[in-house]
């Protein structure tokens, strides 16, 4: 007990310290602390909140129409408890290795503590050379949904141009994102953030409401097993976006506040997607299996040109976050994470950005792309390797009395943790990365078969044929061959 409590004063001082260092002088640095400086607890949840629904707001109406509505309904309300274990587990793996650090006189205040670092001073290289290969890329696809989502939405407002070409734009302004240094900077961005998807969320509800169903609107989903696990695995990405906890952790004054932050914004989260991916597959049923993308079913309207800025404002913050901390590993392994010249170190980060960009052009697969990301890398980044890690690390009978945090009593403490710990692995491992993987790579490639790689503009409607006589014979056969359907996720 008195170690702990050592350990403990230790620790708060040390980030009571940093916080005393981050208090604003003068007006410049009020206004400064206001927009752009932050690490309190509100800041690490809009954080979390933010970047946890993003675009996948305007996907999981298309996974409602695979699951049906009970399974969409109950597997958010899964995955969403799920993701919360998994995020604590990271913030007390996170605590255990930083207090390990801070006895033998590391100081952190000049360096960001990512998720593979605490992995290698716990458990090793081995570990840390897993956990940094899954990371970077799920961070890096990540990144690059933000971008297939940018050129899905703005289509919806501009047709003048193709996805392809708006993957273009979208790719040099997300570039932009090299300037902004760590996730201290995110304050305004996080909020206006989640105020973007806010209003986005209650759009969708409220105008798939006043829409009302659809003529002859069918609900039959789920039909087959390889749309249902599809479905699946993109809720399981959804409730995935704690890949960054470690990030927004270290940029917190206090980051052992973190441990509930997560789950409160998951809470947050479900309000918005429940509704929301509720509404629009009663209005629209199994129309939304060929349209990935919510926007494209709902009438054109001020209001959904709004909800569409917004999102785009949106996902270049959450590129942002997904890109950022690529960037610190980029830095790190260049030798430039320390630099105090921000030009220089924007410089450096921008070959992050080009494999990013390229990826986007190749597969613009908007809806589908999430479930493949979600089944083969956010099932082991952020579910798998957290919980066998935890297991790992407090293995032994003195790892566990000496650990920082001791687990609840509501948990059932250790024995609670480890039984919580082994569920996760396995259920993830069957259900999330096996049935998960074969669906939603099944469903990939029928993409790519359908539409090709470098699309120009995937789900688009066909152009309109200009009118001409009525013709016969070959010249009806050829004509008709010229219409190219939407999708066809439902027979892949």
């Known amino acids: 007990m008195a170690t702990d409590k050592v350990v403990e004063t230790m ?39 933010s970047n946890q629904v993003a675009q996948v707001l305007l996907t999981l109406p298309y996974s409602f129409s695979q699951l049906g509505m009970l399974s969409g309904i109950l597997f958010q309300l899964f995955y969403g408890l799920m993701g919360s274990w998994t995020a604590y587990l990271i913030s007390v793996l996170y605590v255990e290795y930083r207090t390990r650090k801070e006895r033998e006189k590391v100081d952190f205040r000049n360096h ?15 570990w840390r050379n897993v956990g940094l290969a899954f990371n970077c890329t799920f961070l890096l696809f990540g990144s690059v ?29 997300c570039a932009t994102t090299v300037f902004i240094p760590s ?27 006043i ?30 976006g704690h890949a960054v906890s470690v990030e927004i952790m270290h940029a917190m004054w206090k980051p052992q506040k973190f441990k509930a932050i997560y789950l409160i914004a998951t809470l947050y989260v479900l309000t918005l997607t429940l509704p929301s991916a509720a509404a629009v597959y009663w209005a629209f049923g199994d ?13 054109r309207t001020p209001f959904r040109d709004m909800a569409v800025i917004l999102m785009l404002i949106h996902q270049f913050i959450t590129f942002g976050f997904a890109c950022t901390p690529l960037y610190f590993v980029w830095e790190k392994a260049i030798g430039m994470h320390e630099c105090k010249s921000l030009c220089k170190r924007a410089a450096a980060r921008l070959p992050v950005v080009i494999p990013i960009w390229f990826l986007a052009i190749i597969f613009p697969f908007f809806g ?7 089944s083969l890398l956010v099932s082991f980044t952020v579910y798998i390797i957290p919980a066998l890690a935890h297991i790992v690390t407090f293995r032994s009978a003195t ?22 710990n082994v569920f996760v692995v396995v259920w993830v491992l069957v259900v999330g990365f096996g049935f998960g993987g074969w669906a939603s790579i099944t469903n990939f490639i029928h993409q790519i078969d359908t539409f090709g790689l470098f699309t120009k503009c995937y789900q688009c409607p066909p152009p309109a044929l200009p009118a001409s006589p009525p013709s016969h014979g070959l010249n009806a056969t050829a004509a008709a061959s010229l219409h190219h359907p939407f999708n066809h996720t439902r027979s892949p």
């Open 112 to 126: 960001v503590i990512q998720w593979f670092e605490v992995l290698d001073g716990l458990l090793g290289k081995h």
């Open 368 to 374: 589908p792309i999430n479930s493949t990301v979600g």
């Open 211 to 240: 829409h009302g169903q659809a003529e002859g609107v069918r609900h039959s989903g789920p039909t087959k097993l390889v749309l249902y696990f599809t479905g699946a695995t993109n809720i399981l990405y959804t409730f995935g």
């Open 145 to 173: 949904i933000q971008l297939i989502a940018c050129a899905s939405n703005i289509y919806y407002i501009n047709d003048s141009l193709d996805k392809r070409t708006w993957t273009y734009i979208f790719g040099a302004c």
């Open 11 to 49: 620790i708060v001082g040390n980030y009571v310290e940093m916080e005393t260092e981050g208090k604003p002088k003068g007006i410049k640095g009020r206004i400064s602390m206001l927009l752009w400086h932050g690490g309190s607890v509100y800041d690490a949840w809009f954080s979390c909140a």
């Open 183 to 209: 996730f201290h900077n995110y304050r305004i961005w996080s909020f206006l953030g989640l105020i973007m998807t806010t209003y986005t969320a209650w759009y969708l509800a409220v105008a798939s409401l």
């Open 287 to 299: 129309k939304l299996l060929n349209h990935s993308n919510a926007f494209s079913l709902l009438p």
């Open 399 to 420: 790892a566990r009395e000496n650990a920082v945090e001791q687990p609840p009593k509501y948990f059932g403490r250790w024995a609670g943790t480890y039984t919580i």
